[in-house]
């Protein structure tokens, strides 16, 4: 119970959205104050690939025919960004910290007629706001958000007063020709026209900044945006953005209705808050995403699962383990008690299974992953892998899991030699190359098809040449001295002795595998609720930060897939089955087939993937968190199985 509670109290520690920025803060000033290299001028507003929640398709900003710079600097990524496909560049808005601007044209875009490119590049415009793609801009590494208002409801529930903040903000919206309202048209009064395409030509920034203690510099603490849409005239700098009259901006949906001239503008407000520190500048966005209220409910859920299960083990399981080892050990015993229940699987229960290289390499990858899970969360509970610092999640999940290629051929190496295997330069290689090159393999179709499409979320040549080298140039050579120390060390002792004549199971029922799929079950229950919210981030493009609850789900996972694997064997031990290796492995690893059920319930019913390329990658994604799932999950059942084992059979006394 005490251990419960120390958890419960990391989880809570970390609900406040606590992180350490990856870089320290940028002082601001005003033009004109005099040079100063302690603060900058100039608010650089960078901009990002443009992506959407009904496609998995993401799309570099200069594919959409934007106002670019006269000369294009892309920012410098780690290895996460470049991998999920972030492409950073700067852009032509010009903002100077504290001077407000209204309505200053950027461009003018002109499609006409006669140009066969221009139509193509307004095509794949108009085609891309009908799928309601998103705008994702940074200032002071900040996300540029865009903030609407909610209902009461939401409102009720604490989050921000009503308003919800997004970190993105939409290209354009449109109208269908019954006249429904689609995605953000439905916010805005004006844009009701039956068969209209209308594109967010204008934006309006506004930029809060804390301007500090008497003698110190300002701090950007928030950037907000207000996207329009605004017919402006096709010449002259004179326009006006808040002329009522001026109608929408509505794109041509047809190559008839040109020539069509497009006219990009922005203002820009700064606004003083002191109430705000640059610390807490997340928070507002972060409140926004997810309520904590339902992750407690989760983490009560999982509590009371664990409970159940450990009242089971403790009263079922040990109860009737004492008295059987207290039969098995009676000096005086029956005549049949050693041909009877599980001490009648005393000379074979240690027998190697079948395809033991195949079960002694999935182990140790399984343990592998559990290891790079267990060290990324409780480093992104101390904050290192906040949302301030993008990518670092998912560069620090690479390089982790290349580290602990040793734990791997460690691991895979002790169990293959325990089972007597004999190919042991096969088992290193396989402890290697199985797992990761299942997923390198599905992740290179999957960028293949990304390529195809011309999608900036396509990895570039020179990331798959990087990960390769990461790949066979460290995990590698660490999957081999793991290997090397696992195979020097001695064998793993049976605490009895193997039978050379291996037992009649043709007895057995063929239907006991079945029994396996309640394994799985009571662990995707305690984990359901946080499956929920990660699939959010990954295919909603929303921040996931609550990693103390998600230590907290974690371990409660693993000791549930521990306990029901501990529970399933015991009862085919005492069905007279020796052949748990393999059991013992599925029953935990099911969970996977629920995730992968759950998967195809969230797209059916969540996301609205309009295209057959996304329906393949989500698909084709699923299959590898799936995969990775079933490894980890079926490593946990098995190591707790033979401990499990291992530890009844040392406590009878054998003939």
Not at 39 to 45: G, N, R
Not at 529 to 542: D, E, K, R
Request: contains cysteine; hydrophobic residues 45%.
């Amino acid at each position: 119970m005490f251990f419960i509670l120390v958890l419960l109290l990391l989880a809570t520690s970390n609900v406040n959205s606590f992180y350490l920025p990856d870089h320290a803060p940028v002082a601001y000033c005003r033009p004109g104050t005099g040079p100063n290299e302690k603060c900058k001028t100039k608010v650089e507003v960078m901009v990002n690939r443009l992506s959407s929640v009904n496609s998995l398709l993401a799309y570099d900003y200069i594919r959409f025919d934007p106002c670019m710079p006269e000369h294009v600097q892309y920012a410098h990524e780690n290895l996460g960004q470049v991998v999920f496909g972030d492409r950073i560049s700067n852009s032509p808005y010009n903002v100077m910290f504290g001077t407000d601007k209204r309505c200053v044209v950027v461009c003018r875009k002109s499609y006409t007629r006669n140009n066969a490119s221009a139509i193509e590049r307004l095509e794949f415009l108009v085609e891309r706001i009908k799928e309601n793609y998103m705008h994702y801009w940074i200032v002071d590494n900040m996300p540029v958000t865009w903030c609407i208002d909610v209902d009461s409801k939401k409102s009720q529930r604490g989050s921000n007063f009503g308003t919800q903040c997004f970190a993105g903000f939409p290209l354009g919206c449109h109208v269908t020709s019954d006249g429904q309202a689609r995605d953000a048209c439905r916010i805005y009064e004006t844009l009701k026209k039956p068969d209209a395409v209308y594109l967010f030509n204008h934006v309006d920034l506004e930029i809060t900044y804390n301007p500090g203690k008497e003698g110190q510099s300002a701090r950007v603490i928030a950037a907000k945006v207000t996207p329009r849409s605004v017919a402006h005239p096709a010449t002259g700098a004179d326009v006006n953005c808040w002329n009522p009259k001026t109608p929408p901006l509505t794109l041509a949906s047809a190559p008839d209705q040109l020539p069509i001239t497009v006219t990009y503008s922005y203002s820009v407000v700064f606004k003083e808050r002191h109430d705000l520190q640059w610390s807490s500048r997340w928070d507002y966005i972060l409140s926004s995403i997810s309520d904590s209220s339902i992750h407690w409910l989760s983490i009560v859920n999982s509590l009371m699962v664990v409970v159940f299960l450990s009242i089971l083990v403790a009263v079922v399981m040990l109860q009737a383990l004492r008295r059987d080892i207290a039969k098995y050990n009676d000096p005086f015993p029956g005549d049949d008690i050693g041909n009877v229940g599980w001490k009648s699987l005393a000379h074979d229960v240690f027998r190697p299974p079948r395809h033991r290289m195949l079960l002694s390499v999935m182990v140790g990858c399984g343990c592998q992953l559990v290891l790079v899970l267990l060290g990324t969360v409780v480093v992104a509970c101390c904050g290192l892998l906040s949302p301030a610092s993008r990518g670092a999640l998912a560069t620090f999940l690479i390089v982790l899991f290349v580290c602990m290629g040793g734990a791997a051929g460690y691991i895979s190496s002790k169990i293959y030699k325990m089972y007597g295997g004999a190919q042991r330069k096969l088992n290193v290689l396989l402890s290697g190359i199985f797992l990761p090159g299942l997923v390198f393999s599905i992740a290179f179709l999957l960028n293949l098809i990304l390529w195809a499409k011309g999608s900036s979320s396509a990895m570039p040549f020179t990331t798959l040449v990087l990960l390769v080298f990461l790949w066979c140039c460290v995990s590698e050579p660490l999957t081999f001295l793991g290997a090397y120390f696992g195979f020097q060390q001695p064998a793993i002792e049976s605490p009895t002795r193997t039978s050379s004549v291996e037992r009649d199971m043709s007895h057995t029922n063929t239907l006991s595998y079945a029994r396996c799929l309640i394994g799985g079950l009571l662990p995707f229950a305690v984990s359901f609720v946080p499956v929920f919210f990660i699939l959010t981030s990954i295919w909603l493009n929303q921040y996931y930060y609550l990693f103390g609850f998600l230590l907290v789900v974690l371990i409660l996972f693993i000791l549930t897939s521990a306990q029901t694997a501990m529970l399933l064997c015991y009862f085919q031990l005492s069905s007279g089955d020796y052949r748990w290796c393999w059991r013992s492995f599925f029953s935990s690893a099911s969970v996977a087939l629920y995730f992968f059920i759950y998967s195809c319930y969230y797209y059916w019913h969540t996301l609205h993937l309009g295209d057959t390329t996304s329906t393949i990658l989500y698909f084709g994604y699923t299959a590898i968190l799936t995969l990775l799932l079933f490894t980890a999950a079926g490593s946990i059942g098995w190591i707790a199985c033979i401990i499990f084992v291992r530890t009844i059979y040392t406590c009878i006394k054998l003939d």
